[in-house]
């Protein structure tokens, strides 16, 4: 089959590999139907997050069932179904609290309870290196899908493929950082970064009630979008402090809600990447600082970006003294997908309208390309491999 394989940092180029075959009597083989790229898959392009072997790329996708293995029970052959980004088995201490991120089962020679920077990490993800379980992921022909009585969910057949794509992972982490701020209407949310996982952040808002929802980018066609799709206001930190602007409107205080949908790879200048030199840090943290500098007295932040490094110097002192709420991680997304295929399906939320660009997967190399270097305005990609 053809699949978006990774080689080393800076180099994704579409290969001829061997097919999945069923390895566990829960497996099923999807032939994959939609799958994207996905903001966090770029950190392991640009090698942040290490992974030594070639690996198939990819865990938002979705496809139809080819192959079951003898104890998939809730799953036959030429059911469609979307996927969740994180393995997780259904059955351990942590799936059965709502967590499948920390699935116990599906990580096992780098679980732990620590959270380390190289050991010691949370459940599988597919296509995500092996720190997270080594599972080759869904920019492919075809996939092979753990877990499948727990996993994969059937997809409404009026569905289109990009209505629903994006429950694999985007929609419900952008679900995730507004639900996790509890809101109970009224709100001023403000969303820094206007990516995929911005956007979806930016429509869950308005779902839960929200007043205001500032989007904050530094990357004008991205606000546009947001402009467009979410009917949000937008701040550019090129041409307005984002802090100063969200205390303008709220008479001094700040935002009810904050979140960080950027992570530890936001725009930076010379001095901010020196310092992450000297401190032996990845990235930077200067979004979330902004984040706790923006959020009002006894307000929430969330974090849905991804961190991968301790920060020297990091605000505990801001925290403690404005009285912060902190909620953060990769999405449950197994907690939350049921109720959002059905706002979907119910027309409540529209999903598609943020994708820029639908490419085959022959051209993963060149989405990959554009994706990263933030040309072509392009927002979020979605390959086809029948295209």
């Known amino acids: 089959m053809k699949a978006a394989v990774f080689h080393r940092p800076g180099k994704i180029q579409v290969d001829t590999v061997d097919d999945p075959r069923i390895e566990d009597m829960s497996d099923v083989i999807l032939k994959v139907t939609s799958t994207a790229i996905c903001g966090s898959d770029l950190h392991i392009l640009r090698g942040s997050v290490p992974q030594a072997r070639d690996m198939i790329m990819g865990h938002e996708f979705m496809g139809t069932v080819v192959e079951a293995g003898h104890g998939v029970t809730k799953l036959k052959v030429g059911d469609r179904v979307v996927v969740p980004f994180p393995v997780a088995c259904g059955h351990c201490f942590f799936c059965a609290h709502g967590a499948s991120t920390a699935c116990e089962n599906s ?75 509890q809101l109970k209407g009224g709100e001023v949310v403000a969303i820094f970064g206007s990516g995929p996982v911005g956007l979806m952040a930016q429509k869950a808002a308005w779902l839960n009630g929200a007043s205001r929802v500032i989007a904050i980018d530094p ?19 090129h041409e307005q402090d984002p802090v100063e602007y969200l205390r303008s409107i709220t008479e001094g205080r700040g935002a009810d809600v904050c979140v960080d949908a950027v992570g530890y790879e936001p725009e930076r200048d010379v001095l901010d990447k020196l ?22 007295r006894n307000g929430t932040v969330t974090i849905v970006g991804v961190y991968a490094s301790p920060y020297d110097n990091f605000p505990l002192h801001r925290l403690f003294d404005k009285g912060i709420t902190i909620r953060q991680g990769q999405a449950p997304v197994h907690k939350y997908i049921d109720q959002l295929i059905e706002l979907v399906a119910g027309g409540k939320v529209v999903l598609d309208d943020i994708i820029s660009h639908t490419l085959p997967l022959s051209a993963a190399a060149h989405a990959y390309d ?17 295209l």
């Open 107 to 181: 990580n096992p020679e780098m679980y732990g309870p620590n959270g380390d920077l190289l050991k010691e990490k949370g459940g599988g993800l597919f296509g995500y290196t092996d720190l997270y379980g080594g599972y080759e992921g869904g920019q492919a022909e075809y996939v092979r899908v753990p877990y499948a009585d727990f996993g994969p969910r059937k997809v409404p057949d009026a569905m289109k493929d990009e209505q629903m794509l994006f429950l694999t992972d985007i929609f419900p982490t952008g679900w995730s950082a507004i639900d996790w701020a």
């Open 219 to 237: 990357l004008n066609y991205r606000l546009e979008r947001a402009k467009m799709v979410n009917k949000v206001e937008t701040v550019n930190p």
């Open 275 to 296: 310092k992450a030199v000297v401190n032996f840090e990845k990235g930077s943290m200067k979004v979330l600082d902004d984040c706790f500098r923006a959020v009002r």
């Open 370 to 386: 554009i994706f990263h270097k933030k040309e072509d305005d392009c927002v979020k990609v979605v390959l086809k491999p029948e």
